[in-house]
């Protein structure tokens, strides 16, 4: 399976990680370090998942979520919050706030593709408990 996937994350090590491995998955990776680059990104490419990173410059993780699932052509694209933040109700905050998935940083090289594929291809037998959330009409 190939995807084109954007990876919306200012921290260059963190990107060049992501980057990597999925690349070595063979899937082709779009890469911005802000959140307006990466709408801009998303809108001229319309890739099949996008990663994004909630503290980013110029646009944070929310506005790019807000801005992605009020375009009628980008809303269908699963969005998955990646980042620090790993408290009691961040999960439920980021679904809550338009993103379709939650993974924390750091990320666990071992599992991120996998993690990252369950939003390409959703399937009840096979998503992990907390896979994509389709929602019906978006």
Do not use: W
């Amino acid at each position: 399976m190939c995807a084109r996937i954007l990876i919306i994350e200012d921290n260059s090590t963190n990107l060049e990680l992501m980057e990597y491995l999925l690349k070595y998955s063979g899937h082709k990776v779009l890469a911005a370090m802000d959140g307006e680059a990466g709408l801009d990104l998303a809108q001229r490419e319309s890739p099949e998942l996008i990663i994004c990173d909630i503290q980013i410059p110029k646009l944070d993780g929310f506005g790019v979520a807000r801005h992605l699932k009020a375009d009628a052509r980008l809303r269908h694209i699963p969005l998955v919050a990646i980042t620090a933040f790993a408290m009691v109700g961040d999960r439920e905050r980021m679904l809550a706030g338009g993103f379709d998935g939650y993974v924390s940083k750091p990320i666990d090289p071992q599992a991120f593709v996998g993690q990252m594929e369950a939003f390409l291809n959703p399937s009840p037998s096979t998503a992990p408990s907390d896979a994509p959330r389709r929602r019906g009409g978006d």
